[in-house]
């Protein structure tokens, strides 16, 4: 491939306003921070240290939970051949598009194609049908942490892209009740990770039937809402039922002697997670990253001039306290302006700035200066004793987490609307005003006209309120409520 055909990443000088245009924003402030670069591949992306060290984080904090609730994680193959992916013939239909096929190996032509996996249900089935002999073997409870590859025409990192990370939990169960049992704890999960470690809001609840997840009985989703009105599907949790048993022969012998088929699950999350943190906390200066999710909680800019070599000294012996306090703080020696520094580390998003220059250390402070708030902002900037320094960002680092998840609540509150008759949901729905929450009949039919008419779907349904009997959109029975937007 010549150079001129490889897509090169941009060269971003300037990061544009958010309000102007959330997509040019939202590239911009990816390869400006370093998190990501286009890749050689179309739709792919590489994934920068500074980037990784926020799927770490995500990461980290997942894989406890799913450990605490007796999940162990696992791997399996990247490679599905064609005859076993057939076997479930509506996952299959519904995957069709996105799969992604080997068909030679070396020099020879393959006898048989084999899928690029864009999810693992297939090859876990067959291998728990072997693993499984007994009800002493459920549950099995696993998860892997994987790559997988949809073959998707439009791109754009973390959000859509054709290779991406992700990781996928696949149990089994002896009985219907276990199963989902077992989703709704992970959706719970799922839930706590968006909203206590992102800060990311977002509302819970079932998929409607068309929306639902190739092959499942139920899907359930948590779903979070973007600055330009879009809904974002940032995990699922599926109940598959006995589906997939049937489809790979996943039985077992039970307690009474009889073979019955187990009762699966899968859920996942993936980095598009990711892309909901970028867009719901960042700002005109770039990223603004809730301390939980931060790679860097804490970066040291030491204010050097001639002579300075006590400041790098102070700034070293602050170094090594605050990580001997448990904090991620990160010292930057660059033979740049402080300036320069300064706004670099605000792009990136990094909470707490902690200034140390000379005068400083003869009045014995430091001055810490968070990035949630706006310059000049009250509260913003604080002049600390610097014995006081670890301790005051340890707060300061809770205090900016809650503020976060507070401005993105509010505006996910505000931006929730209930119309009360037809014509108003058809035109909210158009122009993105938000989530659209609306007593809905559950109908195909009602969902497939709002769709072609506003490009809206429903993300998640729910039980209906007392005294509801009417859907908004069509004037049939209603049946639940539903949030309706148009979505990434």
């Known amino acids: 491939m010549s150079d001129d055909k490889i897509e090169k990443t941009p060269l971003v000088k300037e990061i544009p306003p958010k309000a102007r245009d959330l997509s040019e924003w939202y590239q911009a402030v ?9 890749a050689p591949v179309r739709g792919c992306v590489v994934l920068r240290p500074y980037g990784f060290g926020l799927w770490e984080r995500l990461q980290s904090e997942l894989d406890r939970r799913f450990k ?6 696992a791997y399996f193959p990247l490679l599905i051949p ?3 992916l057939v076997r479930e013939a509506e996952h299959v239909e519904g995957f069709a598009p996105e799969v992604a096929w080997v068909t030679e190996g070396g020099n020879e032509k393959l006898t048989e194609r084999l899928a690029i996996r864009p999810t693992s249900e297939v090859v876990i089935g067959v291998m728990y049908a072997e693993w499984l002999q ?8 696993i998860n892997q942490w ?10 754009r990192p973390f959000l859509r892209t054709l290779e991406f990370l992700w990781q ?7 009985t219907e009740r276990e199963a989902a049992e077992e989703v709704q704890r992970m959706l719970d999960i799922y839930r706590s990770v968006a909203q206590d470690i992102v800060g990311v809001p977002v509302y819970a609840g079932e998929k409607s039937e068309s929306e639902r997840f190739p092959g499942a009985n139920h899907t359930f989703s948590i779903e979070a809402l973007m600055p330009d009105g879009r809904a974002l599907q940032a995990a699922t949790s599926h109940e598959l039922g006995q589906n997939f048993a049937k489809a790979y022969d996943i039985k077992f012998a039970a307690e009474d002697q009889t073979v019955q088929y187990a009762w699966t699950t899968s859920w996942g999350m993936s980095w598009r997670m990711l892309g909901a943190l970028i867009m719901v906390h960042g700002d005109d200066r770039g990223l603004r990253i809730p301390p939980k999710m931060a790679p860097v909680e804490a970066v040291i800019v030491p204010i050097v001039r001639a002579g300075s070599d006590e400041v790098v000294a102070a700034a070293r012996a602050l170094l090594a306290t605050l990580k001997g306090a448990g904090l991620r703080v990160k010292l930057d020696e660059r033979d740049l302006r402080p300036g320069n520094k300064f706004s670099d580390w605000e792009m990136r998003g990094v909470p707490l700035r902690v200034e140390l220059g000379a005068k400083d250390i003869e009045a014995g402070v430091a001055t810490l200066v968070r990035r949630d708030k706006e310059k000049g902002e009250e509260g913003g900037k604080l002049v600390v004793p610097l014995a006081e320094v670890a301790a005051r960002i340890a707060a300061l680092l809770e205090d900016i987490q809650a503020n976060l998840y507070r401005e993105a609540r509010a505006f996910l509150e505000s931006h929730t609307l209930r119309p009360s008759d037809r014509s108003e949901f058809f035109e909210r729905c158009r122009e993105r005003a938000g989530m659209i929450d609306i ?3 559950g ?12 490009s809206a779907t429903t993300r998640v349904t729910r039980p209906l309120e007392g005294g509801e009997s009417t859907c908004v959109a069509c004037g049939e029975p209603a049946a639940m409520r539903a949030f309706f937007a148009q979505s990434y």
Do not use: F, Q
């Not at 994987?146 to 791109?155: P, Q, Y």
């Open 443 to 454: 109908l195909e039919s009602c969902e497939a006209i709002v769709k072609a008419e506003t």
């Open 134 to 141: 007994s009800y002493r073997d459920l549950p099995i409870l």
């Open 439 to 441: 007593p809905w009949c």
């Open 168 to 174: 996928e939990g696949h149990t089994a169960h002896a």
């Open 146 to 155: 994987v790559n997988v590859m949809r073959w998707e025409k439009r791109t």
């Open 82 to 84: 064609e005859s076993l």
């Open 30 to 38: 990816c390869y400006k921070a370093e998190l990501v670069s286009l």
């Open 68 to 73: 605490e609730t007796g999940h162990e994680n």
